[in-house]
């Protein structure tokens, strides 16, 4: 027959040949008798309860009488060849990540991009926009100047309604208008891309080349048909769409390969206050590696 390895509890661990525990006793049985019999009592004849408080009460004096003043022990010897090994304690102590340390508890985005790429990349998809725009005009019109006086008639309520041949013509004021309008709107959405992008950092081709500018012409087709209905019969909008496609596939381009800044979330309150604190400054924060 193999030998068997016992093991004993915890509270064995001791170097007496016996340990101690507590006494038995039957008077919490009698206590906890005695109150069956009071609840029975509810239901029956209240002798019964009276009964079952006696005996109760003496289950409880009885059950004081082990405990108080002193509590009431039995020595249980221990067999040496039972007693189980001793419980090494390793000085090993649990090393807490910081916010930011291998990415432990980041938000999302942990990088932006800075404001000057949404800049230059609205300007590099508004170039693309109006490349496309005025070749649509020489496809479809000969003239660059109907998608630039087009542009104008969401500013310019009297382009609206001129002619084809009007709309065909170069127009100096119609011009400066259309170009403010799509300076300053493609530069609006750009710093807008900027901003949205490293929040989508799995998807943001999609969302910038092709979700956004589909999204964008949805609207502006709907809110154009209700403010002008005259100039939204004009606008060609397979061409609108392929337009706004350049702009997002161009922009988004020029944000995504722009240098990405950390954000703050991982900078300790030194490095936030910008306090010049060697002692108060965590090792490998963000600011410290901008500053490289």
């Known amino acids: 027959m193999a030998h068997e390895t016992h093991h004993g509890e915890a509270g064995e661990h001791t170097k007496e040949g016996f340990i101690q525990l507590p006494a038995p006793t039957f008077w919490p049985i009698v206590m906890a008798f005695g109150i069956t019999l009071m609840g029975a009592g509810l239901v029956t004849h209240w002798v019964v309860s009276l009964v079952g408080l006696m005996v109760g009460a003496r289950g409880a004096i009885g059950w004081w009488g082990n405990v108080i003043p002193h509590e009431e022990h039995e020595e249980v010897p221990v067999d040496p060849v039972l007693r189980p090994a001793p419980i090494l304690v390793e000085a090993r102590s649990v090393v807490s990540l910081q916010p930011g340390e291998g990415k432990h508890r980041e938000l999302v985005?942990?990088?932006?991009?800075?404001?000057?790429?949404?800049?230059?990349?609205?300007?590099?998809?508004?170039?693309?926009?109006?490349?496309?725009?005025c070749l649509y005009g020489l496809i479809a019109q000969h003239s660059i100047w109907y998608p630039v006086n087009l542009l104008a008639g969401?500013?310019?309520?009297?382009?609206?309604?001129?002619?084809?041949?009007?709309?065909?013509?170069?127009?100096?004021?119609?011009f400066i208008a259309a170009l403010v309008g799509h300076v300053g709107i493609s530069i609006m959405v750009g710093i807008v891309?900027?901003?949205?992008?490293?929040?989508?950092?799995?998807?943001?081709?999609?969302?910038?080349?092709i979700l956004m500018p589909l999204f964008w012409s949805g609207l502006v087709a709907t809110v154009l048909n209700l403010i002008n209905p005259v100039l939204n019969e004009r606008i060609s909008w397979p061409w609108f769409v392929a337009c706004q496609l350049g702009f997002g596939l161009v922009g988004g381009f020029v944000i995504a390969r722009s240098t990405s800044i950390s954000t703050m979330q991982n900078w300790s309150l030194a490095d936030r206050l910008f306090v010049e604190a060697p002692g108060m400054r965590g090792h490998g924060t963000g600011y410290e590696e901008d500053k490289k």
């Open 154 to 174: 969401t500013v310019i309520p009297n382009m609206g309604n001129a002619s084809m041949e009007q709309l065909r013509q170069f127009n100096g004021l119609a």
């Open 193 to 209: 891309y900027a901003v949205l992008l490293p929040m989508f950092p799995k998807y943001a081709p999609f969302w910038a080349g």
């Open 109 to 133: 985005p942990a990088e932006i991009h800075p404001y000057s790429a949404g800049l230059w990349g609205g300007l590099a998809g508004g170039a693309a926009m109006a490349a496309l725009a």
